[in-house]
């Protein structure tokens, strides 16, 4: 497949006037990619969506974390550097290895191929964002992240294969049956909603370590060995310390539970990256609501390569269910981009979706964006590329969303309303049971009413306006999504 080094020149309504400066008014419409649709609908309006001069650098009183100063980000390079060339001497006696196992299983999902990561360094040292633009430091933090993550390949891979060589008898036996899916916007309320599903004995759901570590030979020795010397709580404890806080209030963080499972994926293939590389990559790249050339090949195979294996040794790892039958893989996230490729594997799947009107979920996606700092030493992604991009990225999710979801004909699909969810709870997993799960009746273990939360006084919380962005035209180039959020 021929991949570009840059994203494809995006649609005319993404474009900034070349007369005004990198913060001029933008209608936002999507990107375009390689002879294929635009992201979005191009007959549409050009509705001016986006203003990027009215967004301010700091508001007072708000937490702001800058990436270092020159001297030190120069003395982290030449840290990172000398681990990674040590990393290197110690990982090269593994290649060989790695090549073999390769060649007689294929390569594993959960590495990036050599392309991928030469793109990505393409697009590292080729990319011009708007201002505050990309620095020399940056660019090459980021080469030495790119590289460090393809020094780990031998690694990763070969913890992969030893699943192959110690369970691929009991993997190939292991049948995933009518997996419950739960495919949601991002910021739409669908992690609380996996959190009471994941309380289902006759489910098995990864957990985000599992996702991030994706090794059934690792799962089954964990607890026999520094299992017995360090608790769940004390890991917990020790990872939920190194997250800012301000990225905690707005995501219930928990290792040991589920969590938006591409994310493993995301890192595993760079797309995090594209944080860090403006606002054109970011809705490109990051998105997970629509297929492009440059991401048909992640999400159509090697995500759902990733995404059966790991249910099949999920389901091996949880056994047999308290009445004494196989359990059902349930799994949470944002992935879009593979529904129709995991419908086409799995014909009997439960495709479960919570819907919650655009302007509230896009204000909360950059909110959480711009606090959920990937890079702990690039800090916060600057206001007007996160803005811009999710806008971009949003747009594409929620057309994408109203077209699959209501499409007739195709796998079975059950979409919940966020509000009803939250004023009808009983009566929305009366329905996700009978829908998702064949249940007539809620089982009495699943919670009747939401447990209080206090989710009003966050560190970062600017609104659209603040961001640059009208909501009123949001909701009116939206507006066949909203009245679907609405029961319309």
Known sequence: MKVSPLPPKPSPELERDVTTDE????????????????????????????????????????????????????????????????????TAWLWPI???????WGRPPNVPRFARAGRY??????????????GLGTRVWL??????????????????????????????????????????????????????????A????????????????????????LGRLISEDQVRTKILTRIPPEFLERHEGDPFRTDTFEGAVYLAHFNHLALYLGPELLAHEFG?????????????????????????????????????QPRRFFVKGHFLAAADALAGRYPDARFLAMIREPGPRLQSAINFLHVNAVDTVLGHVPWPWVAE????????????????????????????????????????MTRVYRECLDSPTLPDFVPREHPPRERKHYSINRSLAELGIDEAALEGRLAAYVAWCRGG
Not at 168 to 195: F, K, N, Y
Not at 203 to 219: C, D, I, M, T
Not at 293 to 310: I, K
Not at 312 to 321: C, E, F, M, Q
Request: glycine fraction near 6%; charge should be negative; proline fraction near 8%.
């Open 143 to 200: 080469s030495l992240t790119v590289m460090r993550t393809l020094a780990f390949t031998p690694v990763w891979a070969l913890a992969w294969f030893l699943d192959e060589l110690l369970y691929a008898e009991q993997l190939r036996a292991t049948p995933v049956v009518a997996p419950l899916i739960e495919l949601s916007a991002a910021r739409s309320g669908s992690t609380q909603l996996a959190r009471y599903l994941e309380e289902d």
């Open 23 to 90: 913060t001029s008014e933008v209608a936002v419409d999507g990107l375009a990619d390689e002879g294929e649709a635009a992201v979005g609908e191009q007959a549409k309006a050009k509705t001016p969506l986006f203003d990027g001069r009215a967004i301010a650098g700091e508001l007072p009183g708000e937490l702001h974390r800058p990436p270092p100063s020159a001297p030190v980000m120069a003395l982290k390079i030449l840290a990172r550097t000398l681990a990674l060339a040590l990393l290197v001497a110690l």
């Open 389 to 428: 991009g999710a806008l971009a990225s949003e747009l594409s999710y929620c057309e994408h969303e109203h077209e699959w979801f209501t499409r007739p004909g195709g796998p079975h699909r059950c979409v919940l309303r966020f509000d009803a969810y939250v004023r009808d709870l009983e009566g929305a």
């Open 202 to 225: 006759q489910l098995a759901a990864p957990s985000l370590v599992q996702a991030l570590f994706p090794y059934l030979w690792l799962w089954r020795l964990v607890p026999r060995t």
């Open 98 to 104: 790695y090549a073999l196992a390769a060649w007689a």
């Open 288 to 324: 997970p609501g629509a297929l492009h050339n440059d991401n048909r090949e992640l999400w159509e195979r090697e995500f759902v390569e990733f995404f059966d294996t790991v249910a099949r040794k999920t389901l091996i790892h949880a056994g047999l269910g308290p009445d004494g």
């Open 121 to 134: 360094l393409r697009l590292i040292w080729t990319s011009h964002p708007p201002a505050p633009g990309l």
